[in-house]
């Protein structure tokens, strides 16, 4: 890899590390790069669009044409550009949130998503971690990883509320049940207020490359309509599982 190439990447990354907007002296200390090179590099990345000098002319930071560029390239990927059409048409018939995340990490990370119709929603952007173990679209994605990661995760499990699952052991029963039923569904366990549904997207291979889940707020979402919703996953994510390959 060209130095040049390898210098800019490693200032990116420090930048999109920072806190805040950082100095030109502060990145030349971090990186081991004199200071001519930085200002040349940042000159670079400015006039490209990827960072912007503050107003007081002396700290810069990245702009968003690199989370732009990131979520095109995710929405490129077999599984969203499957799963969008779905997640449309799940949206508008239940006039609630559906999102599609997948396991990153020890974390269920969304990767797409379409917004409620409704004032009243959940917020979760595009990018955001959930606790894999707190909710039923983590349990979905967590119910089918490897018996050592599911260990782990059962292991380090701690209640966010006083509601739903509060033991290791409900927590294995559950994911259990979730084999068992292909979905999933839960109220209040993530955050008060918030509840959703469930099930787990398979890829040509037969193994679950993510999760399709529909949320919303608890007072819309009733025992009866989270079964509901239950039903609607179970659908979507065979469709989207079909789509990729998958005749199981």
């Given at each position: 890899m060209s130095v040049t190439v390898e210098k800019a990447l490693q200032l990116i990354e420090a930048l999109a590390g920072a806190n805040g907007p950082v100095g030109v002296s502060?990145?030349?200390r971090e990186l081991q790069i004199n200071k001519s090179t930085v200002y040349r590099l940042l000159d670079t990345l400015v006039r490209?669009?990827?960072?912007k000098q503050e107003e007081d002319g002396v700290r810069y930071a990245l702009t968003v044409k690199l989370w732009e560029m990131g979520i095109g390239v995710v929405r490129g990927l077999s599984l969203p550009r499957a799963a969008r059409p779905m997640l449309e048409q799940a949206a508008e018939e239940t006039g609630e949130t559906t999102m599609l995340a997948v396991v990153e990490g020890r974390d269920a990370l969304i990767i797409d998503k379409v917004d409620s119709r409704h004032p009243l929603q959940?917020?979760?952007?595009?990018?955001?971690?959930?606790?894999?173990?707190?909710?039923?679209?983590?349990?979905?994605?967590?119910?089918?990883?490897s018996a050592e990661f599911i260990e782990a995760a059962v292991e380090a499990f701690v209640p966010r509320t006083e509601f739903g699952i509060q033991t290791p052991e409900q927590l294995r029963k559950d994911l259990e049940r979730i084999r068992l039923e292909e979905?999933?569904?839960?109220?209040?366990e993530w955050q008060i207020g918030i509840a959703g549904a469930a099930a787990p997207v398979r890829d040509a291979t037969g193994m679950v490359a993510g999760a399709f889940c529909i949320t919303g707020p608890t007072a819309r979402l009733c025992e009866d309509k989270l079964k509901e919703l239950r039903m609607r996953c179970q659908m979507a994510s065979r469709t989207i599982s079909q789509m990729l390959g998958y005749s199981g």
């Amino acid at each position: 890899m060209s130095v040049t190439v390898e210098k800019a990447l490693q200032l990116i990354e420090a930048l999109a590390g920072a806190n805040g907007p950082v100095g030109v002296s502060q990145l030349g200390r971090e990186l081991q790069i004199n200071k001519s090179t930085v200002y040349r590099l940042l000159d670079t990345l400015v006039r490209h669009g990827y960072a912007k000098q503050e107003e007081d002319g002396v700290r810069y930071a990245l702009t968003v044409k690199l989370w732009e560029m990131g979520i095109g390239v995710v929405r490129g990927l077999s599984l969203p550009r499957a799963a969008r059409p779905m997640l449309e048409q799940a949206a508008e018939e239940t006039g609630e949130t559906t999102m599609l995340a997948v396991v990153e990490g020890r974390d269920a990370l969304i990767i797409d998503k379409v917004d409620s119709r409704h004032p009243l929603q959940i917020f979760s952007p595009l990018g955001a971690r959930l606790p894999i173990s707190n909710s039923a679209m983590g349990r979905v994605l967590l119910a089918y990883q490897s018996a050592e990661f599911i260990e782990a995760a059962v292991e380090a499990f701690v209640p966010r509320t006083e509601f739903g699952i509060q033991t290791p052991e409900q927590l294995r029963k559950d994911l259990e049940r979730i084999r068992l039923e292909e979905a999933s569904h839960s109220c209040d366990e993530w955050q008060i207020g918030i509840a959703g549904a469930a099930a787990p997207v398979r890829d040509a291979t037969g193994m679950v490359a993510g999760a399709f889940c529909i949320t919303g707020p608890t007072a819309r979402l009733c025992e009866d309509k989270l079964k509901e919703l239950r039903m609607r996953c179970q659908m979507a994510s065979r469709t989207i599982s079909q789509m990729l390959g998958y005749s199981g």
